[in-house]
């Protein structure tokens, strides 16, 4: 196997390092399996109780009325997730679109969002109106308030009881379930739903939603099935199995999903509009494949923990911690450790391996950002990729690997890369 591995430029050297870590994984990896398997017999039954069918992956054009495989995709999506409704579409560009539709859809001019876990991600900001941006919700007369999480990355439930008390405008509060850029802990679905239970108690008329991006099939239960009224994603991550080429997911209750779909069409129109065109497929594919490719990229981000952290690296879970996400932080402290990290991630790509990715402005962010994703489709994050704000502590965010022997591939390219370039020397 050696010999393949030097093909890509790695030494004996780094193989050397990482051959006891990889050994010392075995056990680790086998419960990733078996939660692997549960979710996906979970997906294949929901998939036959909603009775998919070889007509179910045709697909609609024009108005999409009477399309039975997107209605049966929606059915799914609702019976996995176990909640009343979900809205699947490929009309919703992307995670932020879908969190963004989400409470668009479900907060009127007057009312307040209040976010529990402490500031969103950073595109979120200017869809709420933190940073100003043209269309936010603070536009249309929303406000907004905040509690941030303890400095243990729990809930700070005094602080939620004491701003719902006195905010009797708040009607939905939004929770983040993977840490975006910041260093804190991913939130576990049994931290949510003790959080869901707390805001509940004080106030059984507000709306839970979680942004659940990078955390389904993870574990064994979702956010919905911990009391979340709504639980929003992307599925060029997850739960789009790497084969989804564009849409986003809103699964929740049928009023909350109604109001979105109607924000999303047109008030009349809702969900009995959309067409598919040819995405069906792929949309049921990636789903079925899901868990499986969420496991491969979840083996990645623990073989990252475990290889950095013995070098002096601050690493984000350790190497030990449950994961309730996919994302594994890396803190380099200079910016030529961030960008020799993704420009690593880049090599080992399948697509664009030649390109030198850099930092530069992005949309939506406060400063310049690198991003590394070789990938087959453009900007997903569940297939092998990297980036980081460009900006102190320097931290780096790894994620995806639609196989285990390609996350593991990328890693080790980019402690070769670290390496050859003298910012990190191996025992």
Known sequence: ???????????????????????GLTERFRQIDETAEYNQLRIIKAMQEA??????????TGYGYDDIGREGLEKVYASY?????????PQITCGTHALALALMSNLRPGDILLSAAGAPYDTLQEVIGIRPSRGSLAEYGIGYRQVDLLPDSTFDFEGIKAVLSKEPAIRLVTIQRSKG????????VEQIGEAISAIKEIRPDVLCMVDNCYGEF??????????????????????????APIGG???GT??????????LTSPGLGKEVGATLDVLPSFFQGFFMGPTVSASALKGAILAASLYEPLGFSVLPDSKEERHDIIQAITFGTPEGVIAFCQGIQAAS?????VACEPAPMPGYDSQVIMAAGAFVSGSSIELSADGPIKPPYNVYFQGGLTWPHAKLGILKTLQNLLDRGLVTLP
Not at 2 to 23: H, M
Not at 231 to 241: R, T
């Open 218 to 243: 993870v574990e064994r239960s979702e956010p919905s099935d911990a009391g979340a009224d709504m639980i929003v994603g992307s599925l060029i991550k997850n739960p789009g199995g790497g084969l």
């Open 254 to 263: 049928r009023e909350c999903v109604e109001n979105a779909a109607v924000r």
């Open 350 to 354: 399948p697509v664009d391996s030649f």
């Open 51 to 60: 009775h998919i069918g070889e007509a179910s992956l045709k697909g609609t």
């Open 81 to 89: 997730f176990h909640t009343e409704d979900a809205l699947v579409r």
């Open 249 to 251: 997911y809103i699964a």
């Open 181 to 188: 850029y910041q260093d804190r802990r991913t939130l576990s």
């Open 1 to 23: 196997m050696r010999s393949i591995y030097r093909q890509f430029g790695i030494t004996d050297k780094v193989l050397d390092y990482a051959a006891p870590v990889l050994a």
